[in-house]
């Protein structure tokens, strides 16, 4: 105990992240309890340095025997992991429901997989416990000094843990805190995932534009450190395109810049791949986000596309470029992406809250995502007013500032893209975000055709345009006689 007071929440896992939420906590006026969860020789060490290091002196208690550290908080016992997704978060469950009491509340403030949150919140809710899976976005600083979180799970839990995270959460201009109770089971985790699908898009063309300004107008890094500060200041300010600036100027201390000297291949987690796959399984459009994420996964492929260069060697000179003008047209390209990849997300997010009767609020989401996290931008203010309220619209790009920016655009867009394939310049996030704009705005598109060839195959049935929707059709194509037959044969 701390002053002869038991703790106010509990946190286990002293990695970055976890030791920076303890701290953040403690700066708040709570007393923190803390135990990590390694191998019994380095665990004492990592407490250990940890309560005699940044922690010292203050209202945190470091703990390496399980039991005694869940018996020195407070009941309800409020207890936040911030492990590795998976198996410990399920190895640390069945160790704990022995030393908790009814209505104790574990949280997970890992990158878990929402359908095992799902799972975990039932467990717990079965056992007379408490679940709560909560996005945590800021990486290292953020945990610190204010994090974006986006909590769900047993909604019980929320009046007993808001104070502590609210305090805790990041704060936008208004002073409102960048927490907000997201929904039931496993949304909290699943708007997280949607946050790290975005995140991958936006570092993807990020990284387009870097690349484009480097191999067609030969910027050097300070240069683009310029370009990326100044676009900084206007439309595109947020936090990854700020730090794209600082990385571009940072050097080593042999005065090379360090930028030049990373390996070109980009690891990932798997929050973006499950972003993917589950806009898959709602049948919902998230071609950009998977094109930065299958980006990665080819940047991973480094032998072979050295080889695969020694191979198709382009020969042809490189055309001159005005500098200004295709600077221009790269900040066209890059907010346009960047709504694009926003615009996805909050209609997955949307389909998510049908399919799984989540109820989510897109406008607090917006707002949880103004300050703290990685995506936070200047834009989602216009997101967060555009869904409050009943009549929300019926898709963020039909929302009339984004409608009017996005038309405003176009020009710079296309002329990014064609400059790029014109000279072998992979830019597969921008083009990607072109089509799903072009399909999107398209009345009609070519999938009568595919439905045609689905029906001719496997007699899938198609609607027809002279009759009315939900009515399905079946043709003879192999007789030529042109019949069709109603028929439920489903889709």
Not at 166 to 175: L, R
Not at 198 to 223: C, H, R, S, T, V
Not at 255 to 279: C, F, M, P, R
Request: proline share 4%; glycine share 10%.
């Amino acid at each position: 105990m701390l002053n002869g007071k038991k703790a106010d929440i509990g946190l286990i896992g002293l990695g970055v992240m976890g030791r920076n939420l303890a701290l953040n906590m403690e700066s708040k006026g709570w007393n923190v309890a803390v135990y990590n969860r390694t191998v019994p020789q380095a665990e004492e060490k990592v407490v250990e340095n940890f309560i005699n290091g940044d922690a010292k002196g203050k209202n945190i208690e470091g703990f390496t025997d399980l039991s005694a550290f869940a018996q020195d908080i407070e009941t309800p016992r409020k207890i936040m992991f911030m492990v590795k997704a998976g198996e410990a978060v399920d190895q640390l469950m069945e160790q704990l429901f022995p030393l908790l009491s009814p209505g104790d509340i574990l949280i997970d403030g890992g990158n878990s997989y929402f359908e095992d949150t799902n799972r975990r919140v039932a467990l717990a809710e079965s056992k007379g416990f408490l679940f709560v899976g909560c996005g945590v976005s800021g990486g290292e600083e953020g945990a610190l000094n204010g994090p974006s979180l986006m909590p769900g799970g047993s909604a019980a839990a929320w009046p007993i843990i808001k104070p502590i995270f609210q305090s805790i959460a990041a704060k936008t201009v208004e002073n409102e805190p960048c927490c907000e109770w997201i929904g039931p089971d496993g949304s909290g985790h699943f708007v997280k995932m949607v946050h790290n699908g975005i995140e991958y898009g936006d570092m993807e063309i990020i990284a387009e534009a870097y690349w484009m300004m480097k191999k067609l107008i030969d910027l050097d890094n300070d240069q683009m450190a310029e370009v990326f500060q100044y676009w900084n200041q206007g439309k595109l300010r947020s936090y990854l395109i700020e730090i794209t600036s600082n990385i571009l100027q940072f050097k080593e201390k042999d005065g090379e810049y360090l930028i030049d000297n990373i390996l070109d291949v980009a690891g990932q987690k798997g929050t973006g791949s499950w972003s993917v796959t589950s806009a898959m399984e709602l049948g919902m459009p998230l071609g950009m986000i998977a094109s930065a994420v299958f980006e990665r996964c080819i940047s991973a492929e480094k032998t072979l596309r050295q080889h695969a260069a020694k191979a198709f060697v382009n020969d042809k000179a490189m055309p001159v470029f005005n500098k200004r003008e295709l600077v221009g047209e790269l900040f066209s390209a890059l907010y346009a992406s960047k709504l694009i990849s926003y615009a996805q997300g909050f209609e997955v997010m949307r389909a998510a809250s049908k399919t799984y009767n989540w109820n989510l609020n897109l406008s607090e989401i917006a707002n949880v995502w103004r300050e703290g996290c990685i995506i936070r931008s200047i834009f989602l203010n216009e997101i967060a007013n555009a869904y409050k309220g009943s009549a929300t619209p019926e898709h963020m790009l039909m929302i009339p500032y984004f409608r009017d920016e996005i038309k405003s655009l176009i020009p710079g867009w296309k002329d990014t893209i064609v400059k790029a394939i014109q000279n072998d310049i992979p830019v597969p996030a921008f083009s990607a975000a072109l089509n799903y704009f072009n399909s999107l705005k398209s009345g009609k598109l070519p999938a009568n055709l595919i439905q045609a060839q689905r029906d001719y195959f496997g007699a899938h049935t198609f609607e027809r345009t002279d009759d009315l929707r939900g009515k399905f059709f079946h043709a003879q194509w192999a007789n030529n006689e042109g019949n069709t037959h109603f028929g439920s044969y489903g889709i």
